[in-house]
Structures are given as C-alpha cells and as structure tokens.
C-alpha cells in the first residue's frame, strides 16, 4: 500500500499526536495526491466511463428534493454548497454542521432507493447508507438495507425542534430521481427529519476519522489548492474521496 495512504489511515486513527505533524502530512499527501491525479488523467476517464454504467443501481446517497434545516434557508439536500450549515445533533443536543464537501450531484438519473416511513416521517435513502437507530439504550448506525419494520429511528420534531423516537412502519422499494449527497464536519445531518450519516458503505465510525486530515485541510489550505485536490468526476464526487472510499471498503472488511 502506498506510504501516503498508510500515513493518511494512521492520521485518521490518531497516532499522530502532534498538531505540527498531523499538518505536514496532511499537506505532504495532498500534494503527493494532486501529483497522481496529473499524472492519471486518462485512467480516471476510463474509471468513470466504467462507473456510469452502474448509476442505475443502488447508490451512496439521497435523491433529489430530500428535505434538510439549513442556517440560510435552503430547503433542499441538493441545494447544498461548501460552507453552508446544515442541521444535525452533536450527542443529545441539535446542532448545526458545516458541509464540507459536495460528494454526489447527478441530476439526469434515476436510481433505486429504499422508502422507509416510521409513523410521521419518510425516507428515500440509498441501501448501504447508514441511518441512526434505537439499540438497546444506546444509539448507533445500521446501513438503511439492515432496517427491519419495527426497528426504532430517531425523528426531529421541526415545528417544536424535538427529538423522537418512532418505530418503523413500512420499507419499499422504490425509483427516484437524482443522486445527491454531502460531506458534514459532524459526519451527521437530519434527512426528511429523519437522523441520518452522510456516509455509506463504511461505518461511521471507522471512515470519520480517516477523513480527519482532508476535514482540516479544508479549513485552512488555500481555496486554489482545495479545487485542485478536490476535483469532482462526472457523478460531482470528488476523485479523492472515491478513491479513498474504494480503498477503505477492504480495510473494513478486515476489521
């Protein structure tokens, strides 16, 4: 495995302590990544003609008009930009987060979703997305495809900005159009009133760490350099973070 990515695993899991070091090898992969990026132009144009031919399947995200609480009254998930601030929760308490990182905008597909309704809220959401659950008296994450009727969800009560619990109701199977996501600095965001991760495939808690450095280069490295490093690819994701994500999937599997 390449020493950069080693070095951004071990970053994201805290072994560098030090603020000083975490910075310098978050810059030194940064640039070693924008480097590669130059130099593997043709083999992204080939990786992303090969990635469209699945946009009808089950995807990482939520579809168009899935409604979010933001601090400048945009309504829409899709609506969101870098540097708005979305409603989530930090612990108990409500919160808003900044959004960091456009993930998915694709406009002109339609993809498969599950609908997932508890008793006054409904979901469209991707199978492998990680909603917030009811486990015993504590809470964590279940990918949307492991929600079984029942199961209990947490809801935001936004006339009275409440939080409740409600079982699920019904799951189905269902198209929608769009696919669209966002990357917050929390990792959370509400959905439809519906508390939900902003990430798939991976658990929560494995991938918010490993993107720690990426989060902090964010906030203080040079507009200029972000765009670069940052680049999206024909689904508006940037190259990093798919590829990242395509690295972290094995990694999870082994712990």
């Not at 020493?3 to 090898?25: A, D, M, P, Q, W």
């Not at 669209?180 to 902003?198: L, Q």
Request: glycine share 4%.
């Amino acid at each position: 495995m390449p020493v950069e990515v080693l070095k951004f695993l071990h970053i994201g899991r805290g072994i560098y302590s030090s603020t000083n070091e975490v910075f310098l090898h978050c810059i030194e992969l940064l640039l070693t990544l924008t480097s590669r990026m130059n130099l593997c132009q043709n083999f992204m144009k080939f990786y992303e003609g090969l990635n469209r031919q699945y946009l009808t399947q089950p995807r990482k995200c939520f579809p168009k008009n899935t409604v979010v609480t933001t601090k400048n009254n945009k309504t829409y998930l899709d609506e969101l930009e870098d540097g708005d601030y979305v409603l989530a929760w930090d612990e108990d308490k409500l919160d808003f987060t900044r959004v960091w990182c456009k993930t998915h905008h694709i406009e002109d597909v339609r993809s498969q979703y599950l609908q997932i309704d508890t008793e006054t809220k409904r979901l469209e959401i991707s199978h492998r997305h990680f909603v917030l659950f009811k486990d015993g008296d504590k809470k964590d994450f279940k990918k949307a495809e492991d929600v079984k009727i029942g199961d209990v969800l947490y809801v935001l009560d936004v006339d009275q900005l409440k939080v409740n619990e409600e079982e699920v109701k019904a799951i189905e199977e269902v198209e929608c159009e769009g696919v669209y996501n966002v990357f917050t600095d929390s990792g959370r965001i509400i959905a439809n009133g519906i508390f939900c991760s902003v990430y798939s495939e991976v658990h929560p808690n494995l991938v918010h760490p490993m993107l720690a450095p990426l989060r902090a280069a964010h906030s203080i490295m040079p507009t200029v350099v972000m765009k670069k490093v940052m680049a999206p690819n024909s689904e508006g994701q940037p190259h990093v973070i798919k590829y990242g994500g395509d690295i972290l999937k094995p990694v999870a599997k082994l712990l």
